[in-house]
């Protein structure tokens, strides 16, 4: 299967963000929903079951000047073997335009037995643009030994390179040892780049908050859960 979805939100003559454009592709599929506040909220839904082995998934996401989109997930998406081993991939492409703030909060990824899936996000931002996003994913379901997941973020802002990071999890001699993720099944991310003063490097049992360049933070927290994963991300 390969789907592609499109959303595009822009800033109006009252300020307020309204959806330019919005393209769905099942099991890609987008529903905004109507507030009264000045941003916009979009859901993600995975209307089929996907990815499986072989599928290809893109979503790209445009967010205009001054104006402020939060994509937000509705179910955890499975990462699911193919018939013939084949692998699955998906990739995020976002811009932010000057003064934009692009929100974006997916919910967990389950990387089961057998999958192989190669998920890739690309970050383009202005100078002042804001941009925040959660990764939680969860190595295989309860009892079973996760599959193959590589996992790759790429952030500019104003052209320079603010993140560029590819994590490689499932190798099974890797898996054997404690020493690989602490022996945890979920491993979080947070990638903030906001507004404000810049961020000092911190940490605590089982999460960290590092310092990026340009300003901005990347937190981690590994967990046995994904509520005791969100909760430390919330909490750094």
Excluded: C
């Excluded at 839904?45 to 499986?52: G, I, K």
């Excluded at 996760?146 to 990071?165: C, K, M, Y």
């Excluded at 590819?166 to 507004?195: F, K, M």
């Excluded at 590092?210 to 927290?221: C, I, R």
């Amino acid at each position: 299967m390969k789907a592609t979805a499109r959303l595009v939100a822009e800033r109006d003559t009252t300020g307020r963000t309204v959806l330019r454009e919005l393209r769905s592709m099942a099991p890609l599929t987008l529903f905004p929903r109507r507030r009264r506040a000045p941003d916009a909220l979009v859901h993600l839904v995975n209307s089929a079951t996907s990815p499986l082995g072989g599928d290809e998934l893109r979503l790209e996401v445009r967010v205009g000047a001054g104006a402020r989109l939060t994509l937000s997930g509705v179910a955890a998406t499975l990462a699911l073997p193919g018939p013939l081993g084949e692998a699955s991939s998906s990739i995020v492409e976002v811009e932010v335009e000057a003064g934009g703030r692009f929100v974006y909060l997916p919910e967990p990824t389950v990387v089961t037995a057998g999958a192989r899936h190669v998920a890739e996000l690309r970050v383009s931002l202005a100078g002042d643009a804001e941009f925040r996003a959660r990764e939680v994913l969860v190595l295989g379901r309860e009892g079973e030994a996760p599959g193959r997941l590589t996992s790759t973020q790429h952030v500019v802002r104003a052209g320079r390179a603010v993140l560029r990071q590819t994590l490689d999890i499932g190798d099974p001699a890797l898996g054997a040892s404690l020493a690989y993720l602490a022996g945890r099944r979920v491993l979080a991310t947070e990638i903030l780049l906001l507004e404000g003063k810049p961020v000092e490097p911190g940490g605590g049992e089982w999460w960290s908050v590092s310092p990026l360049a340009g300003g901005g933070a990347q937190v981690t927290a590994l967990a046995d859960s994904t509520v005791d994963a969100e909760r430390m991300l919330t909490g750094a």
